[in-house]
């Protein structure tokens, strides 16, 4: 584990660089992270991010269709919003742990 | 008289209701199920109909053969569930009361969700392997295939037998080259996950076996739409992959009624204890198989071992006691790696498959993640015990809980 710090805050990080807490995320915060991924964030972007992070805190599992129904974005745009691997990043800026799909 | 109604008589219902009705009394115990099809279709053996390894006649039995006496059988389609009344509504317009309510309807492919995959191509040059109808096109559309791309594509996860994408690609390869074709098809496996599979051990074991058999790997894939006039199938981030015949394991979704009745997240799957087996938002209802979100493989095996848990921890809701019988997730999958050979996984919530011997240490005679033929005769042999053991509730000779005995760990 490593600390890196964020927007004047050390956050504990694990080696792929996803928080190991989420309590300490904020919008600046994510901002910090976001420009690591290349992204400047918009009002579009942290919705998004506030929509996983409610999701997650209540256990449930992400996918792209639930982001894409989430009436924020369709899948298509969430793509834009996180090009690459749109999930993955937007879990890393959201402060939640990596996605992982069971077996 | 209490009265148990379990829905869908496929492997999950119809092993609990065997289970079931030997041990609860008939004069203080009514039990019913209901399932839509006459036919109790074998799943597993779907993989090896487009082979011609298996011929349709050997999935299929009728249904009313495995439901044991003393519970009434219904052929209808459900339409809802009303969990707060304690109501099931039958498409035949049956209303059925219940005490107790077990959910095993599993899951279907649901191709009308991606754009395209159910349009001009669907069952001409596009196939499943999943339904009884779509491996038997896609046997004959095999056998007339000369030469192009051949895909495999997996449209979103989680999705049922979680390793039978991959068996298809294996066995298509030994096939292909049976046949003396290998060198004029490119077989292409298309995937959301980032690799071969989903846990690290059997993703890299895997991922050297496609390459070694020459499929071409494409990770992260998520599929936007099917292209039918150019036959290439497009992805979010503006990928194409054009193919001559596409074997495709579209999106996996539990039953419509889950989701009419409220019983369920976006997938139609419902809500459930991973350890107890009951619904997590009525005491009443308990979830078998496929149907549940538990994280662990949609598989047969899993039904089985779930089924166990469940059966003790019904009868301690029904004594009114707490629930103590607590599930693993355990998991145990044997992979065809290509016509006579194979390998076997088994796992659980907290462990990924690891290479290793099974069910003994060293002696085996199955091997973890290592391919050897006993494997493939092991996957063979599971019709039988299908058929004549598990759903009928009779002992299989595996142990509910995972072991990490013989299992190499680093
Ligand atoms: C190609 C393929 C290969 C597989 N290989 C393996 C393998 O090697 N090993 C393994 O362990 N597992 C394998 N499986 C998975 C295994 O078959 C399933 O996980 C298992 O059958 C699930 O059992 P279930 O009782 O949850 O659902 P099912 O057995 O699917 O039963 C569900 C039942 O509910 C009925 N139903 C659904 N909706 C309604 C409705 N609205 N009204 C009335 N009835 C309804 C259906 O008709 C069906 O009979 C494979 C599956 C496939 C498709």
Redesign the pocket.
């Known amino acids: 584990m490593t600390q890196r710090t964020y927007a004047g805050i050390a956050v504990d990080v694990n080696d792929e660089g996803y928080f190991t807490q989420s309590s300490v995320w904020t919008p600046e915060i994510a901002k910090a992270v976001a420009t690591e991924e290349g992204i400047d964030l918009t009002d579009r972007h942290i919705a998004v991010l506030n929509f996983i992070r409610e999701k997650t805190a209540k256990g449930e599992a992400l996918s792209l269709r639930s982001i894409g129904k989430s009436g924020i974005v369709d899948a298509k745009q969430f793509y834009e919003l996180f090009p690459g691997a749109p999930l993955k990043k937007a879990s890393r800026i959201a402060g939640i742990a990596k996605p992982s799909s069971c077996v | 008289m209490k009265k148990l109604v379990i829905?869908?008589?496929?492997?999950?219902?119809?092993?609990i209701a065997n289970k079931l009705r030997k041990k609860l009394p008939s004069a203080q115990w009514q039990i019913t199920i209901?399932?839509?099809?006459p036919d109790?279709?074998?799943?597993?053996?779907?993989?090896f109909i487009p082979f011609g390894i298996y011929e349709s006649r050997q999935v299929v039995k009728p249904?009313k053969k495995f439901i044991p006496a003393g519970v009434q059988y219904i052929e209808?389609?459900?339409?809802k569930v009303n969990p707060a009344t304690n109501i099931v509504e039958?498409?035949n317009g049956t209303q059925l009361t219940y005490d107790y309510l077990i959910v095993?309807?599993?899951?279907?492919i649901a191709p009308y969700e991606t754009p395209g995959l159910a349009g001009a191509e669907w069952h001409k040059s596009i196939f499943d392997?999943?339904?009884l109808e779509g491996?038997t096109r896609l046997q004959t559309a095999l056998s007339n295939f000369k030469e192009g791309n051949l895909v495999i594509s997996i449209v979103e996860l989680p999705f049922?037998?979680p390793?039978?994408p991959l068996?298809?690609a294996f066995l298509a390869d030994s096939y292909l080259r049976k046949k003396g074709i290998r060198e004029k098809v490119n077989i292409f496996y298309t995937t959301p996950l980032p690799g071969a599979f989903t846990k690290p051990k059997a993703t890299k074991i895997l991922g050297e076996l496609l390459e070694k058999k020459g499929i071409q790997l494409i990770p992260d894939f998520n599929i936007e739409e099917v292209d039918n006039s150019d036959k290439k199938l497009v992805s979010y981030d503006g990928r194409t992959v054009p193919f001559d015949l596409l074997t495709i394991i579209p999106v996996n979704m539990?039953?419509?009624?889950i989701g009419r009745s409220g019983m369920g997240d976006d997938m139609n799957f419902v809500p459930t204890n991973k350890h107890t087996l009951q619904s997590v938002q009525w005491e009443n209802v308990f979830v078998?198989?496929?149907?549940?979100n538990i994280p662990t493989?949609?598989?047969?095996?899993?039904?089985?071992f779930a089924a166990e848990i469940l059966y003790e921890n019904f009868l301690y809701a029904i004594e009114g006691k707490p629930l103590t019988a607590s599930f693993d997730g355990h998991?145990?999958?044997?992979?065809?790696t290509g016509i006579g050979e194979g390998t076997l996984i088994d796992f659980n919530y907290d462990v990924e498959p690891l290479p290793g011997s099974f069910p003994l240490p060293v002696i085996g005679p199955m091997k973890l993640l290592k391919i050897n033929r006993l494997n493939y005769l092991g996957?063979m042999a599971?019709k039988w015990a299908y058929w004549n053991l598990l759903i009928k509730g009779r002992h299989m000779p595996i142990s509910t809980k995972m072991s990490m005995s013989g299992k190499e760990t680093d």
Not at chain 2, 9 to 15: H, M, P, Q
Not at chain 2, 288 to 292: H, W, Y
Not at chain 2, 297 to 304: D, E, I, M, Q
């Open positions: 829905l869908g008589a496929g492997t999950g219902g119809t092993l209901v399932d839509k099809e109790h279709v074998y799943q597993p053996g779907f993989l249904r209808s389609v459900i339409e039958l498409a095993a309807t599993g899951v279907d392997f999943y339904t491996a049922k037998c390793v039978a068996e298809f539990g039953a419509e009624y078998l198989g496929d149907a549940a493989s949609k598989a047969g095996s899993v039904v089985h998991a145990n999958c044997f992979i065809v996957k599971f």
